[in-house]
């Protein structure tokens, strides 16, 4: 008998569910039927000119040196490539194990967000922006927005406090700082693997031994 009710009762959330989602399709449908041709020809002109408005972004950023992680050779150099791009994350590193670690993650995102800048300088021989950022702990990120530093992350602590940290979660720390786009439409790879990126790089270092040199 009680089970009689039970199914009774989900029988009718059920429909009273698909009389919602059926009245919302149809609603949609009788806007879509009111619009004229003009109408239709305004919405499909202004998503062409959104297409082609992300698409110079898109241009303008690969030729900066978006959607790579590249070494910025020189301290003077730091100036001229965090005034070119809005928003650029740069790793403060030196020749160790949680610098390698750092490197493969950021190489990863860096493909992964073309609308940030992606670098990395060796802290020891920029000892004059080392100083003037208060670089101490290695490896440390300086998150810039409009040639501004905005926030720091320094070693693991917020990454869980291990190198087995996942580049999701790094990648979940920058978005946090907006210094990413979350929702990744402006990534080159918009549908990510999620082996690659939920792996830890301690995982993958067996297939790359020149890392552990």
Known sequence: MENSKVQEILEKQVLTVAKAVEDKIDE????L????NDDLEAIRE???????????????????GHGEYSEIPAEKDFFSIVKASERVVCHFYRENWPCKVMDKHLSLLAKQHIETRFVKIHAE???????RLKIVVLPTLALIKNAKVDDYVVGFD???GTDEFTTEDLEGRLAKAQVIFSDGESSLHASKSGAQTKRSVRQSSNADSSDSD
Not at 33 to 36: A, T
């Open 33 to 36: 039927d009111r619009l004229d």
């Open 125 to 131: 021989k920029s000892p004059f922006l080392a100083e």
């Open 46 to 64: 202004r998503r062409l000119q959104q297409m082609k408005k992300m698409a110079e972004k898109r241009s303008r950023w690969i030729g900066l």
């Open 158 to 160: 917020e990454l869980g």
């Open 28 to 31: 949609e449908i009788t806007a």
